[in-house]
């Protein structure tokens, strides 16, 4: 999983932060971590294509959430910044080299025909692994920010103030 899924997660919860009232930049949002706005940016139009977040254009235009943070998953934000692409991709290698020619009769044996068992494994894990993203909102996340930082949402709005 790239980066770029840890920027969006934290830009969309910053624009929780900022409230629905104000649209930012993508150049400001990436400013308040140091990040490269111009990659940033990326990110948020795929958010803006998932129907995560609005953009506008304009000097006074930027992103704002599309929906409330509960309404979004962590599933939501992997799949729209990775795309819907299965992170593992089988190659079938096993019907490659000198083992993919088994003797007569013994391809029942060999498991010719059958799902790969390292692609089997993996599907499996996948599947868990997006069931759990799928399970937790951004809400959720949000809430546990604050605890953690509690003057995180505080900082973030007056920092934004004083641009």
């Known amino acids: 999983m790239g980066e770029?899924?840890?920027w969006a997660l934290h830009s969309c919860v910053n624009l929780a932060w900022i409230g629905p009232d104000r649209a930012v930049s993508a150049a400001r949002l990436a400013?308040?971590?140091?990040?490269p706005a111009a990659y940033?940016?990326?990110q948020l139009q795929a958010l803006a294509r998932a129907g995560i977040l609005t953009s506008s254009p304009g000097p006074r235009g930027g992103f704002r959430l599309a929906r409330p943070l509960a309404a979004i998953s962590l599933?939501?934000?992997v799949a729209a910044v990775e795309g819907p692409e299965e992170a593992f991709r089988c190659a079938?290698?096993?019907?490659?080299?000198?083992g993919?020619?088994?003797?007569?009769?013994?391809?029942?044996e060999a498991g010719q025909g059958a799902e790969c068992a390292i692609a089997h494994a993996m599907t499996r894990a996948e599947l868990?692994?997006?069931r759990a993203l799928a399970a937790q909102n951004l809400d959720e996340i949000?809430?546990?920010?604050e605890r953690q930082a509690p003057r995180a949402a505080e900082r973030l709005r007056a920092w934004l103030a004083e641009q």
């Open 100 to 108: 993919a020619e088994p003797a007569p009769g013994a391809a029942a």
């Open 75 to 77: 599933m939501d934000v």
């Open 4 to 6: 770029g899924v840890e």
């Open 31 to 35: 400013a308040w971590h140091e990040l």
């Open 128 to 130: 868990a692994w997006r």
């Open 40 to 42: 940033l940016n990326k």
């Open 142 to 145: 949000r809430q546990q920010a």
């Open 92 to 98: 079938e290698i096993r019907e490659q080299g000198p």
